[in-house]
């Protein structure tokens, strides 16, 4: 937040609160005992307020580029930076549904140390289980410093969107499925181009290339004729997948089903 600061704990306030009873039931009891137990107090929150940090904390998240698939690793980076030092920043990720830690964290969380000006890269191992887009994060920092005296309050940073492949692998049909004969091209083109396949032969005009002269034809007729082609194109394909009915349990109901066959 803008308006952030580094705040007192309730271990400043038991240190301050306690050392001030004893010494004051020191002189008023006339005990020097009371004076050598609340020494050891006053004299840490002092040591402690003296490095306390200034600067703000800062955290950000990041996720690797481009998509898995299901079932693969899903590494996500926490970065922790520090303009000073922090005794203690706990990092806390929020996952969303299949986005799993592999040791059964949930959420998966961190304590870590970091140094004055320093950025530690705080890695958690995620799986993603199930095909689709989803959003990891945000990442919650709790800071604390000058010996757990103060406290910086909770920073949250951005989140970051995820893809996931669905596993083509992971479709199984009782029915036999028809088998592609590997042949590319088995359909003409419609638009005139660079090509393999002939559409005729026409005069030659500016911008024609040499090497698509016709020389039979220009002999023949004493003018300059090329050979026309169909331009080589591909044809795209979309596939729409009724998903108003999802019957079954994910990640094997029959949307999962619907779409790894459509994957396949």
Not at 36 to 63: D, E, S, T
Not at 117 to 133: H, I
Request: proline share 8%.
């Amino acid at each position: 937040p803008a308006d952030g600061s580094w705040r007192p704990t309730a271990a400043l306030g038991r240190a301050v609160g306690i050392g001030a009873a004893l010494l004051v039931a020191s002189v008023l009891l006339r005990r020097a005992d009371l004076v050598v137990l609340a020494a050891p107090l006053l004299i840490g929150a002092a040591v402690g307020l003296a490095r306390r940090p200034v600067g703000p904390p800062g955290v950000r998240l990041a996720v690797p580029p481009g998509a898995v698939l299901e079932g693969d690793p899903l590494p996500v980076t926490v970065t922790v930076t520090g303009t000073d030092e922090i005794d203690v920043a706990a990092v806390v990720l929020t996952v969303p549904p299949w986005l799993r830690t592999d040791d059964g964290r949930d959420p998966p969380a961190e304590a870590l140390h970091v140094g004055a000006g320093e950025e530690v890269d705080v890695r958690v191992p995620l799986r993603s289980l199930r095909w689709g887009r989803r959003t990891a994060g945000p990442a919650t920092l709790h800071a604390t410093g000058a010996y757990g005296l103060l406290r910086w309050p909770a920073l949250t940073s951005g989140t970051a969107l995820t893809t996931t492949w669905p596993l083509r692998e992971g479709f199984a049909a009782t029915d036999t499925v028809p088998r592609a004969e590997g042949l590319v091209g088995g359909h003409r083109s419609r638009r005139a181009g660079e090509g393999g396949d002939v559409a005729g032969v026409r005069p030659f005009v500016a911008g024609d290339r040499l090497r698509r002269v016709n020389w039979r034809v220009t002999g023949r007729t004493g003018v300059l004729h090329v050979t026309a082609t169909y331009s080589d194109r591909d044809t795209e394909v979309l596939l729409c997948l009724d998903s108003r009915q999802d019957l079954g349990t994910p990640p094997d109901s029959c949307l999962d089903t619907g779409v790894r066959a459509a994957a396949a």
